[in-house]
């Protein structure tokens, strides 16, 4: 490889690493600043931005706001609230699995900040040493992303594989059982883990000191008939869009010019999701400054501008220097695909998101002729966020476990997502080799 692929290549590192350090739409910007620098710098010829996944986002996130702003995510936690309570000595296996279903539903991992709170408040409740569920809580909320059908991540998928005839359904059905079970084994591995509460030297000095946690702070949320009926609407979109991902004769085609064009699953997407929001908004009295204020129409923003600059940015990079990174890795990755999971794998610890890791790397993995089917078992790698405890949730998972039980090592990395974070996505992407081959 030439200096000059060098020169780019750390041009592209550099760029992540700043705007990683930056954070929020720092690293979309620092995507920018790359993408200059390789077009003006090295006279890099840019390739087109990724407009649909970006559109997609944007739809989703503004019916996801919608939902929120109605009332809606408030419903949904009084639900899980109930469900973890009524089941308190099981909360390590209980506590993903309801991050996993809020994540799978809305589409985002931040959902689990409202959620977070109450597991740790169980957990101290019934005795259980809150680092265990509150920590594979956290990582199902993001494997889940994996699983969604409205997640940008998926939806990324979606629109790069959509040319391969691989449908919705097609990756749902490999992602969703890989990443339940995977998050299951881990709970499985960790529910001994550490010193029982009781028994915790960091919390019984808390306690000593008058710093356990207060219970029942949060405030009364009020559920109305209008944020369940707003949660029907959103899941009835959610519904709609796996049904025409996973069975394209019911989405409406045309005659053009003789050929027949059907209606793309980006276009598909984009306008359910929009007509939801205005669904929500106009049935719901869901108030539109609320739903742009909210945090989960923020962090979808984040996500976009992440989107459009660091894909752009990798796309331009990998595409102008094709010819020098296929002959020197296509025979690696395709005697062992596996690799090419630790590659998304890594990416994502630089990117801290599912979705920008896929618009980055994915193509280039087409590129080099990997079997699509391998791409799916290999999209779970894409939730390496937790290796370097930097990201939203983990911190958030810390503050709210006032216990002391969920923190992060003298050592970094040897902090309490690790181990779950690591079995979990082992386990996914062994699994989704196993069952694409049943494909």
Request: net charge neutral; hydrophobic share 55%.
């Amino acid at each position: 490889m030439s200096q000059l692929f060098w020169l780019q290549f750390l041009v592209v590192i550099i760029a992540i690493f700043i705007g990683a350090r930056i954070g929020g739409i720092g690293l979309g910007v620092m995507g920018g600043v790359g993408l200059a620098i390789l077009t003006f710098g090295f006279g890099l010829q840019p390739t087109a931005p990724p407009i649909d996944v970006m559109l997609m986002i944007v739809a989703v996130i503004t019916a996801a706001g919608a939902l929120q702003a109605a009332g809606g995510m408030n419903f949904l936690v009084t639900l899980a609230e109930k469900a973890l309570r009524r089941n308190p000595g099981r909360i390590t296996f209980m506590a993903p699995v309801v991050t996993y279903f809020f994540t799978f539903f809305a589409g985002t991992g931040h959902v689990a900040y409202t959620l977070l709170p109450v597991i740790s408040e169980v957990a101290q409740e019934s005795k259980v040493r809150p680092e265990r569920p509150m920590s594979i809580a956290v990582i199902a909320s993001q494997q889940a992303i994996t699983a969604s059908p409205i997640s940008a991540a998926t939806v990324a998928l979606l629109a790069l594989l959509s040319p391969y005839d691989i449908t919705l359904l097609q990756i749902l059905g490999v992602t969703i059982p890989a990443t339940f079970i995977g998050i299951m084994v881990a709970a499985f591995t960790i529910r001994k883990r550490g010193a029982e509460l009781d028994e915790d030297p960091e919390y019984n000095r808390r306690l000593e000191e008058g710093l356990a946690p207060i219970k029942n702070e949060r405030e009364k949320m009020v559920i109305t008939g209008l944020s369940k009926l707003s949660v029907a609407l959103f899941m009835f979109g959610a519904v709609l869009i796996v049904l025409l991902g996973s069975f394209p004769e019911m989405r409406p085609a045309w005659n053009v010019e003789g050929e027949i064009e059907q209606l793309s699953m980006p276009f598909a997407i984009q306008i359910i999701m929009l007509t939801v929001a205005a669904l929500i908004i106009l049935i719901c009295k869901a108030d539109v400054q609320n739903v742009a204020g909210g945090t989960v129409f923020r962090a979808g923003i984040v996500a976009v501008v992440a989107i459009f600059g660091i894909a752009w940015m990798g796309d331009t990079f990998f595409q102008a220097n094709m010819d020098t990174i296929e002959p020197a890795v296509q025979g690696m990755v395709s005697a062992a695909p596996w690799i090419f999971a630790l590659a998304l794998f890594i990416m994502s610890i630089l990117l801290n998101s599912q979705a920008a890791t896929v618009r980055a790397l994915m193509p280039l993995g087409l590129s080099l002729g990997i079997n699509p089917l391998f791409l799916i078992a290999m999209f779970p790698a894409v939730n390496g966020y937790f290796f370097i405890p930097n990201y939203g949730p983990i911190i958030a998972a810390i503050s709210f476990d006032r216990t002391g039980t969920t923190k992060i090592g003298k050592y970094v990395l040897n902090h309490s997502f690790m181990l779950p974070g690591l079995v979990t996505s082992v386990v996914a992407v062994a699994l989704g080799f196993l069952f694409v081959m049943f494909l």
